[in-house]
């Protein structure tokens, strides 16, 4: 008889998850007893801690045989008759305790003996250090905080799984250190990039996540619908519009951190809700915003790693100063052999895109074709920190102009690992050049072009009060992250990813 590959696991799934039902009838009936005997874990409203385990390991000299009380997640239990050394897990790592038969009592010890690998356990307990040199906490007495009805995953089993680890992220945290401490270098990033900002004079604000308008990004919104008002609104796709018109307002260096949405795929790159910082400066162009961008990045790269020198994916990355800067033209012609500025026109453009194998559209424009061959040919060779700057007007719909072409403007992303990390520009201030553009894009929009920008009128209306030059810069939060843990996925740098839901959850 034959097994097909699926069978067998469909097979192995059902002998999995009768096994880990068993298991949790046999913890339920377990929780009944205790609470029978008035041993209730789910009762205790507080538990006082007086250290953590890295606590007690950073400062054991001075904790020697002092008493200290902890709590954490049993992760390892070894019993030894009338004697146990057990691990448990804290936020900052595990350390070993001991419990003796002599020094916690009958009654106690024939409960630890009952507890489960998964339980929550208070401790209170002396600081010492084994024959073998392992600093360990000898019990006087513990407390069961919170019983785990369900078996943890084993470790070289369950959390191999990366679609259960994504969906459950507690178990992740649970059973794999390093993704704990992906997290904790991630709140680090964050803290870091704020105390350089803040620093440096910007002020932290806040604008809407729900709008009327989406704009200041070329991409598709979430459309929600509010009641009261009786009108659609939409997930912001990005904060810039809004920052803008603080710029118009008066303040003149302001940033913000924090959630935008775009309705589009996933992939290792994508997650449809991100992090992105902008910051905007008025008084300033996008030369001003590479040399804070450099500034920026490797002051946390110092800060949070120590180094200038990362390994990303076994690449190793060079982020010492100065970063290359080339334009977007001239990367073009290095990877293509194609000179895009002796073209004059758009269907000359055309043919030559097509020829080097674009897909493009009998309505593409110039520019358009040089940003379709750019992003074929040239994005993934661009590995070390470069700045491609000068792009078309067409795919650049809030930048000012370069005085050398009109066609492009001072626009500038920045690409680490073949990855944009940064996109930044000299602000367009002019009102009436920016309602042109918008119309511009409202008609590719009508056309079926769903991630054209919509036209923003009362931001035009600011703008006709006078805004002054400025300078913007916006910075993906996550692929920053990814790029300093050496994550390979965006999902492995944000906490709760997008996942289609499972049946019945």
């Not at 992760?75 to 419990?99: C, E, L, N, P």
């Not at 630890?112 to 600081?127: N, P, Y």
């Not at 946390?300 to 982020?319: D, P, R």
């Not at 056309?447 to 009362?458: I, L, R, S, V």
């Amino acid at each position: 008889m034959h097994f097909c590959a699926d069978s067998l696991m469909e097979r192995d799934d059902i002998i999995q998850n009768q096994e880990e039902n068993e298991l949790i009838a046999i913890r339920k009936n377990k929780l009944e007893d205790l609470i029978a005997k008035g041993n209730n874990p789910f009762s205790h409203k507080k538990y006082i801690v007086t250290h953590s385990s890295e606590n007690i390991k950073e400062h054991f000299n001075e904790l020697d045989g002092k008493e200290v009380s902890l709590a954490g997640r049993l992760m390892a239990k070894r019993g030894h008759g009338k004697a146990s050394f057990s691990d448990i897990q804290d936020q900052f790592g595990r350390i070993q305790i001991y419990v003796k038969l002599d020094e916690v009592g009958p009654d106690a010890y024939e409960l630890f003996k009952d507890v489960d690998i998964g339980d929550v356990l208070g401790v209170v307990g002396t600081v010492f250090k084994t024959h073998s040199g392992e600093i360990s906490v000898k019990v006087k007495k513990f407390e069961l905080l919170a019983k785990s009805l369900r078996p943890l995953p084993e470790k070289w089993h369950g959390l191999q799984d990366p679609d259960l680890r994504y969906r459950q992220r507690y178990l992740d945290l649970i059973m794999n250190e390093k993704v704990k401490e992906t997290f904790i270098m991630r709140s680090r990033i964050i803290k870091t990039m704020r105390a350089f900002l803040d620093d440096q004079g910007y002020l932290e604000v806040e604008t809407p996540v729900l709008q009327t308008t989406a704009g200041g990004a070329n991409a598709r919104p979430f459309v929600t619908h509010h009641n009261a008002l009786d009108i659609d609104m939409y997930l912001r796709i990005a904060t810039e519009l809004h920052l803008k018109r603080l710029i118009i307002g008066g303040f003149e260096k302001v940033y913000e951190l924090g959630r935008v949405f775009r309705n589009e795929g996933m992939d290792i790159k994508h997650n449809p809700e991100f992090t992105s910082i902008e910051l905007y400066q008025a008084y300033c162009d996008y030369n001003d915003m590479m040399d804070l961008t450099e500034q920026l990045i490797t002051y946390i790269a110092k800060e949070v790693l120590g180094t200038l020198t990362i390994t990303y994916q076994g690449e190793e990355i060079n982020l010492e100063l100065p970063w290359r800067r080339l334009r977007m033209v001239d990367a073009v012609k290095e990877y293509t052999n194609v000179d895009f500025e002796s073209i004059k026109s758009d269907e000359e453009a055309r043919s030559i895109g097509r020829q080097l194998g674009v897909e493009l559209k009998d309505s593409d424009t110039k520019g358009m074709v040089i940003n379709a061959v750019f992003e074929a040919f040239v994005e993934e060779h661009l590995v070390q920190p470069t700045f491609i700057i000068d792009y078309p007007v067409e795919v650049s719909p809030l930048a000012k102009r370069t005085s050398y072409d009109p066609m492009m403007t001072e626009r500038f992303e920045l690409f680490i690992t073949g990855r944009e990390m940064a996109n930044a520009f000299t602000e367009l201030n002019d009102p009436i050049d920016q309602r042109q553009r918008f119309i511009m894009q409202a008609k590719q929009r009508a056309a079926g072009d769903e991630e054209a920008q919509m036209m923003d009128e009362d931001f035009v209306i600011a703008m006709e009060y006078g805004m002054p030059p400025t300078g913007g810069l916006g910075i993906g939060v996550d692929r920053l992250v990814m790029l300093l843990t050496d994550s390979y996925s965006i999902r492995d740098v944000i906490l709760f990813p997008t996942m289609r839901p499972k049946a019945g959850q």
